[in-house]
């Protein structure tokens, strides 16, 4: 099982003490027991569990329901009630909280843990469908906004060759135009199928070597690249187990990043390594231009950039795939920044 926390909100010691021993014999981790709605609210503000196990009749000013309906517009974490109470009324006032269990006292292990399952695999499910809403949302957008600006200028040049009017040279640069927006537009297309694909693709795990793969990406990138001079690290004998193909995707993605972002800097550094943090954690480290650390979150997301086309070209769908396929490991990744003091990206799987 893996360690899912819970917040005990009952009044009564005689329900509560019982309730927290046979929860944690079940495994969960109790981050506290608290017999108030402002208690458990107060107790929220240092500590964020994966779910709460709510009592409606409780201590104070704020009952169960009321409690509840504070809790979910602020932290938006699933809540259980655990209560006594089958009346109408009542319901009727709890489904207004789009409650995500409702278990009748008394209670087995076996309904709470059942309840508690249920709960959990919901609220998971629900912040998967809001992240791929998201991600149409943006996809929406990108379509209808980054590739209509390609298209319209095949078309404004298609034109000025039809019409058979001026010197060669001028054709040539109107053709060379043309097959820059189509490459503009294959290379958007690709981000789509690969954004698409890591999240379908099945994971074959294994053990490698993430240091051999950066090596390969950073070699690919001098030979493409052999009037930029980067001066680039990697640390020897990082390894993980993942899908090599996916994990490949998601470092190739990142180096390019860090690569490209140093484009405008004297003496451009990238650093490839790791940091023991309640594990091995990979960083990728540059000293470009970097962006506000406000904006940590909207580099991951799809078709979100920081920097203009001009400045930087891209399709923001890079480090989108990249969060994905960590996502897919059970991993997690962040960015730390400043604006002209370079990036560092982490990247922690189990």
């Known amino acids: 099982m893996e360690n899912i926390s819970l917040l005990l909100v009952e009044d009564e010691d005689v329900v509560a003490l019982p309730?927290?021993?046979t929860l944690?014999?079940?495994?969960?981790?109790?981050?506290?027991?608290?017999?108030s709605g402002e208690d458990a609210l107060k107790h929220l503000e240092d500590s964020?569990?994966?779910?709460?196990?709510?009592?409606?009749?409780l201590e104070g000013e704020m009952d169960g329901i009321e409690a509840a309906e504070e809790i979910?517009?602020?932290y938006e974490i699933p809540v259980i009630y655990i209560t006594a109470d089958s009346d109408h009324d009542t319901l009727e006032r709890v489904k207004r909280t789009a409650p995500f269990g409702y278990i009748l006292k008394p209670f087995s292990p076996e309904s709470l843990n059942l309840g508690i399952d249920i709960a959990i695999y919901r609220h998971r499910m629900e912040k998967e469908l809001e992240e791929k809403n998201r991600e149409l949302d943006a996809f929406t957008y990108s379509v209808s906004h980054d590739l209509r600006a390609p298209v319209r200028n095949i078309s404004r040049y298609a034109e000025l060759l039809l019409e058979d009017s001026g010197k060669r040279e001028e054709k040539e640069d109107y053709i060379k135009r043309i097959l820059f927006s189509t490459g503009k537009m294959d290379e958007m297309i690709d981000g789509f199928l690969t954004l698409s694909r890591v999240g379908r693709s099945e994971l074959n795990p294994e053990r490698i070597s993430l240091d051999e793969i950066s090596e390969g990406i950073v070699k690919n990138l001098k030979e493409s690249n052999p009037d930029r001079n980067v001066r680039v690290s990697v640390e020897p004998g990082i390894t993980y187990f993942g899908d090599k193909k996916l994990i490949s995707i998601a470092l190739e993605n990142m180096i390019n990043n860090a690569w490209k972002y140093t484009g405008k800097v004297a003496?451009?550094?990238i650093d490839i390594g790791t940091v023991n943090h309640e594990g091995r954690i990979l960083y990728i480290k540059d000293n470009g231009d970097g962006f506000s650390p406000e904006k940590s979150e909207d580099i991951f997301r799809p078709?979100?950039?920081?920097h203009s086309e001009s400045d930087y070209p891209g399709t923001g769908i890079g480090l989108a795939s990249t969060k994905k396929i960590i996502d897919r490991h059970g991993g997690k990744i962040w960015a730390e920044s400043e604006p002209k003091k370079g990036t560092t990206i982490y990247m922690a799987l189990p």
């Open 72 to 74: 979910i517009s602020r």
């Open 24 to 35: 944690q014999s079940m495994g969960y981790v109790i981050t506290g027991r608290v017999k």
């Open 267 to 269: 003496d451009p550094e």
């Open 303 to 306: 078709f979100k950039r920081l």
């Open 19 to 21: 309730l927290e021993k």
């Open 48 to 57: 964020y569990p994966d779910l709460i196990m709510m009592d409606i009749h």
